[in-house]
Structure formats: C-alpha cells, structure tokens
C-alpha cells in the first residue's frame, strides 16, 4: 500500500477538523481527496507530509509506520497551490534544491542529468536558465512538480495544485499531470474542491465533509451509487423530490403510478440528475408527469429546461441539443416527462437503491 492512514483526528481548539479518518492510496495509483472548503483535506496532507501533528491515528508510507518521523525523512514530495519556487534561483536550480540538500549529496554530474529528465518529463528543456518570474503560472506549477519529484518521492502530495490558474491552464495541466502519473507512477494524492478535476485525473476519489470520509470508490461507481445525499449532492446537479411527488406520477389512465418505492413508508429522499429523464410529446403509456416548459436553455450541445410540475415542484432537466430539435420544444408549452433513474435516500439518510423506471 502506497499511502494509508488510519483513524487521524485533529482539533484546533474544540473544533474536529479532521475526525476519524481512514483510507488508503494504493501504490502507483492517483486518488484525488474531493470535499467543500474547510473539510479537512488540506490538514489531512499536512498530517500525512508530517507538517503538522495530529491528535491521535497512524500514518504509513509504503507500508511502513510513518506516524512519529519528522518531514525530512518521510520521503514525500509536496506541491502547493501557490508556487513556491525560490525566486532567485533559476529553473535547473529550483528543480536540483531537493538533491543538493539530500546527505551524502548525490555528485554534480548525478543532479545534472536528473534535473535534465525532469526537464524533459515536464516538457520545459529550454527553460532551465530562466527564473521563475519569467514562467507563466501553469509553467510554474509544473517545475514545482518537478522539483518536488527529484527527489525520487515514495509518495506525491499535492495541494490543489492548479487552483491559482485559470480555467483553461487548468484543464490543460489536468490532462498533463495524468499523463504523466501513467509514465512514473509515482503514489500520488490529489487535493481539490472540484468534483470534475477528481474525476478527470484520478483512479479513485475520496469525498470529505466535515473531517469526514463519506465514502471512497472510482469515479463512475460514485457517481452512480452515491452513499449519501451529500455525495450525491456534491458530484453534480441534482433534483431532489417529495415521496408524493413521485407516488402521484400519472400513468396512462390518470391513475397515480403504482410502484412499490422502498423506504416511502418513512420519509424518504429522492434524487434525480437532469440527464436522467425522458421527455415526450405524447404519454406512450408510461407513467408521467405533465409539466410546462418555463424556460429552455440552449448551452451548446445541450439543452436546460426549467419546468414546472401540476403539484408546483419545479425540475431542472438536460436534453442534448438533437433530441431537443427533434421535439421542437419552446417555452410555455406542455410535455410529459417520466425520470428514468431515482436515487433513494431514508430520513437516516442511508442509501435505499437505484430504482429505474
Ligand atoms: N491552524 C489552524 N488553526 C485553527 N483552525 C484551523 C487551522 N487550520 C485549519 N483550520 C480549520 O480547520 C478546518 C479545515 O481546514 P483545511 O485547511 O484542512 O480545509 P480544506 O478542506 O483544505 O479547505 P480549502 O478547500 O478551503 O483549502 C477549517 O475549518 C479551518 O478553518
Ligand atoms: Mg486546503
């Protein structure tokens, strides 16, 4: 196992920032740690990176107990959002810092060479003599990485590392950095707030909220079965509604849908994504509901719809932009729309099933 951590808990003054966590990073594998802002995660790679204590739990790197050993010989590499290259040195010697303090000090023709991997690795051969001044910012990032892999690092941690730049460096840099991670395969942990960034760059993605792991898992298999609400929540625009609104879907005869729903018996959740329901002129009969258009949405290759519901619940809706043409949907008019997969969530907010219509 590349990273794994077990029960850490950290208080600042009375308040758990981190509260029981544990998971694990398998080796060579990228996991992204996803949640809200202040839910821990940048504490959790401090604890781990061994710049900051925690209250109590285990740290082990590569399988080895990690817990009580100063930064220095945890053996990881560590990448912040804010580029911290020391602005007098240049590029090849940013890059050599981590091999130049190392003991005994690798010789001057071992740090060349390693530094000139790394240059090509992050694709900057020509940019050794210039200072990071002269860099933009997403060069920047990639020295840091760089800088932060001389060392040949048993783990990567990485702290929202493309959050300073702007939407488009960072989708680049997103594309990058997990080419990248598939030629050197270095274990790797990945913070960020954004839900797209975790899926794109990595393997399995742990979500956090309030010093919490509300579950961990490859991408898809969260996004299809969430365990909470706040998961489901998190990973993407959603609908969420009333048992009765569901129970009082009408079916061809006008009669109210009758599907046994688990868990309708106490109050239950139920959440809808916008991609997942179908939208007809006539009712084929299959159960739906009748709802008015009140706003279409081109957005490119997709359409929103702003519907309303007989019983005033208002839905936000996607059709890609084919099947909106082939409706010939405008506002103002009626449609019926039947939810093709409903996520249930208990009033204890357990997970109850996916249920498909
Ligand atoms: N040194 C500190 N003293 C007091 N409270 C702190 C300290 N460091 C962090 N906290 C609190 O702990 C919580 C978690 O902070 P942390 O920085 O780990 O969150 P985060 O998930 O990295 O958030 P962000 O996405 O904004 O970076 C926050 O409520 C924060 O205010
Ligand atoms: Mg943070």
Do not use: C
Not at 53 to 75: F, K, N, Y
Not at 79 to 96: D, E, G, K, T
Not at 197 to 210: G, I, S, T, W, Y
């Amino acid at each position: 196992m590349g990273i794994e951590v077990r029960n850490l808990t950290k208080h600042f003054g009375a308040f758990a920032a981190v509260d029981g966590v544990s998971f694990e990073v398998p080796s060579g594998q990228l996991v992204a740690l996803l949640g809200p802002s202040g839910s821990g995660k940048s504490t959790i790679l401090r604890i781990i990176a061994g710049l900051e204590p925690a209250d109590s739990g285990d740290v082990a790197l590569t399988g080895e107990d990690a817990t009580h050993l100063p930064v220095q010989q945890r053996g990881v590499g560590f990448v912040f959002q804010h580029y911290a290259l020391f602005r007098h040195m240049n590029i090849r010697q940013n890059i050599a810092f981590g091999l130049e303090v190392q003991r005994p000090k690798p010789s001057r023709r071992v740090i060349r060479e390693r530094v000139d991997e790394l240059l090509h690795l992050v694709q900057l051969h020509g940019y050794a003599e210039r200072y990071p001044s002269q860099l933009s910012g997403g060069q920047r990032q990639r020295v840091a990485l760089a800088r932060a892999l001389a060392p040949r690092p048993k783990v990567l941690l990485l702290d929202e590392p493309f959050g300073a730049l702007d939407s488009k460096v960072r989708d680049e840099l997103r594309t990058w950095l997990r080419r990248l991670h598939d030629e050197v395969h270095v274990t790797s942990l990945f913070v960020t707030h954004d839900q797209q960034e975790a899926f794109e760059v990595a393997d399995q993605v742990v979500v956090l909220n309030r010093g919490k792991v509300e579950q961990m898992g490859p991408p898809q298999e969260l996004y299809e079965r969430p365990a909470t609400p706040f998961v489901t929540e998190f990973l993407g625009s959603v609908n969420i509604l009333r048992v009765e609104t569901v129970l009082g879907m009408q079916s061809q005869d006008e009669a109210p849908l009758s599907v046994s729903i688990p868990g309708a018996g106490e109050q239950a959740s139920i959440y809808v994504r916008p991609h997942d329901f179908d939208i007809t002129r006539e009712r084929n009969g299959r159960p739906a509901w009748t709802a008015r258009i009140r706003r279409l949405t081109p957005l490119g290759g997709l359409v929103r719809l702003d519907l309303d519901l007989l019983d005033g619940t208002s839905l936000h809706v996607q059709l890609t932009r084919e099947r909106s043409l082939e409706l010939n949907l405008a506002d103002g008019e009626d449609v019926f729309v039947t939810p093709r997969d409903l996520k249930f969530f208990s009033e204890s907010r357990a997970f109850v099933e996916n249920y498909v219509i």
